[in-house]
């Protein structure tokens, strides 16, 4: 694969995954993220 080709797959899945981190943001997906590894961190040292 040439470098021109390897650097607009690379550009392309950078923009696509800025997208849907954005998405995600809008949503507040988030939000829900923090709350589940909060829950999971309190549960891992038995205060949850």
Do not use: P, Q, Y
Not at 22 to 44: P, T
């Amino acid at each position: 694969m040439n470098t021109r080709r390897r650097s607009v797959i690379t550009l392309a899945a950078l923009i696509l995954g800025a997208a849907m981190l954005i998405l995600g943001a809008l949503r507040g997906e988030a939000k829900d993220v923090h709350v589940k590894a909060s829950n999971i961190c309190l549960e891992c040292i038995g205060i949850g």
